[in-house]
Nanobody, 124 residues
Framework: QVQLVESGGGLVQAGGSLRLSCAVS????????MGWFRQAPGKEREFKAA????????RYADSVKGRFTISRDNAKNTVYLQMNSLKPDDTAVYYC?????????????????WGQGTQVTVSS
């Protein structure tokens, strides 16, 4: 079992920044993939970023390249999503996700565990 707990969401004006955190605990076995997704009302869950735990390789969706940065802190067992230049279209519930296989994927169904989600609202 793996547990994920997100934090850091909130209300921000367009152009502002937020940093989301995802604390990881449980039976991770050292090599795994962490992803960030988001889901807006009435829309499907969308991939935004992922990072390999062993060597911090990263992958981003085109819509967030240059604005969002994913990182991890091994000592704190935490993954971060730094979000800059936020737009109203970034408004959604943001989820972190865990995959035992350390190979990039943007498909939600290929992740085994999910956090509870944190709301991000960007006002215009």
């Amino acid at each position: 079992q793996v547990q994920l707990v997100e934090s850091g969401g909130g209300l921000v004006q367009a152009g502002g920044s937020l940093r989301l955190s995802c604390a990881v605990s449980g039976r991770t076995f050292g090599r795994f993939l962490m992803g960030w997704f988001r889901q807006a009302p009435g829309k499907e869950r969308e991939f935004k970023a992922a990072i390999t735990w062993s060597d911090s390789m990263t992958r981003y969706a085109d819509s967030v390249k240059g604005r969002f940065t994913i990182s991890r802190d091994n000592a704190k067992n935490t993954v971060y999503l730094q979000m800059n230049s936020l737009k109203p279209d970034d408004t959604a519930v943001y989820y972190c996700a865990f995959r035992y296989v350390e190979v990039f994927t943007d498909k939600p169904q290929e992740y085994s565990y999910w956090g509870q989600g944190t709301q991000v609202t960007v006002s215009s």
